[in-house]
């Protein structure tokens, strides 16, 4: 989602279809010991054409899950449309959008955005003070996600929400 203004009837639906077919993931990162964050929204549905209009709002691509493909048990199931939105500047845009309209998940969405708003303020606060370059970086290995290759993916150019 870039940093398109959506209209009020584009939030509201967009919240609903959070609140009701999706989930706001907002958990330690298990894969990385430094107690780093996950911030992940993802929708879920059966109709093709529900994901197409979330994805269109958002900008977000379509995966589909086949559970006919993975073997015993699943026969004759609908397929699953799923739309992930990840990166934190996506996250916060959308997320400050359609937090009045949300109701279940609402305090979760708040909790994802006083994060973001913290990091970047840290972040902030890291550029602002003239540390040598080895405290700078212990100080970015504490507080920037890693990709699964260890790197600090905010700060790698075009890599942002990656």
């Not at 959070?18 to 958990?27: K, M, P, Q, V, W």
């Amino acid at each position: 989602m870039n940093k398109k203004q959506l209209t009020e009837v584009e939030k509201a639906w967009l919240a609903c279809a959070i609140d009701a077919e999706g989930s706001i993931i907002f958990n330690p990162d298990k894969r990385d010991k430094r107690n780093h964050l996950t911030r992940v929204v993802v929708v879920y549905n059966t109709d093709k054409s529900f994901i197409e209009h979330f994805a269109n709002l958002v900008g977000g691509h379509i995966y589909i899950y086949d559970p006919n493909k993975i073997g015993k048990g699943h026969f004759g199931a609908k397929p699953r449309y799923e739309v992930y939105i990840s990166g934190k500047n996506k996250i916060l845009n959308l997320l400050t959008q359609i937090k009045p309209y949300l109701i279940i998940k609402k305090e979760k969405a708040q909790q994802v955005i006083d994060s973001i708003i913290q990091e970047q303020k840290d972040i902030s606060k890291l550029k602002s003070q003239k540390l040598s370059r080895s405290a700078r970086m212990k100080f970015l290995n504490q507080i920037l996600p890693r990709d699964s290759y260890g790197h600090n993916r905010s700060i790698k150019k075009g890599m942002e929400g990656k």
